[in-house]
């Protein structure tokens, strides 16, 4: 809704405006709580408190959901008239290079990591809601690591994501 307002008025948002909105746009906490609910015989314990105790693990995520769609899928939006996305709302407001923006949108993609891996050193999760939660952001990043991986997979995106999930490299 926030996103089609700045659509049809015209409006460019913050960089902040828009990660704020789009974290939870991006579909990906709605993704997150219906996977909770497929592993229910699990989980079925931790529903009543899963968004509050959950969080932040969602948060960090979805914004790597989001921010890899973004870099994947930011130029062919442009170029349909779409909204600014994370990169070019960055690249406004701070008035740098696309390179810089990239870099610095890949550079909160690695933090999201590191603070998803803060999150589960804390050992109070579920090993079920964590490994959703890292798969989601793991696919995320191969959907969209060389671009559009959905409107223009060749094939390498479904590798990469079955690569990811049922042969991760362990931490």
């Not at 996977?35 to 959950?54: G, M, R, T, W």
């Not at 979805?62 to 909204?83: F, H, P, Q, V, Y």
Request: aromatic residues 10%; hydrophobic residues 35%.
């Amino acid at each position: 809704m926030t996103e089609a307002g700045w659509f049809y008025g015209g409006q460019i948002p913050t960089f902040d405006e828009y990660i704020k909105n789009a974290w939870i746009s991006i579909g990906s906490l709605g993704g997150l709580v219906l996977l909770c609910f497929v592993e229910a015989d699990s989980i079925v314990h931790q529903f009543p408190n899963c968004l509050k105790d959950y969080s932040q693990l969602f948060y960090w995520s979805s914004l790597i959901t989001l921010l890899s769609n973004d870099l994947g899928t930011s130029k062919a939006e442009m170029e349909r008239k779409d909204i600014p996305k994370a990169v070019q709302t960055y690249m406004i407001e701070k008035g740098v290079s696309e390179e810089k923006a990239r870099n610095h949108v890949k550079e909160l993609i690695s933090n999201s990591w590191k603070k998803i891996n803060e999150e589960i050193l804390d050992n109070r999760f579920s090993r079920v809601i964590v490994k959703l939660s890292k798969n989601m952001a793991r696919t995320a990043q191969c959907i969209y690591q060389h671009g559009d991986g959905v409107g223009t997979s060749t094939g390498v995106t479904k590798d990469c994501i079955v690569s990811s999930i049922l042969r991760p490299i362990p931490i």
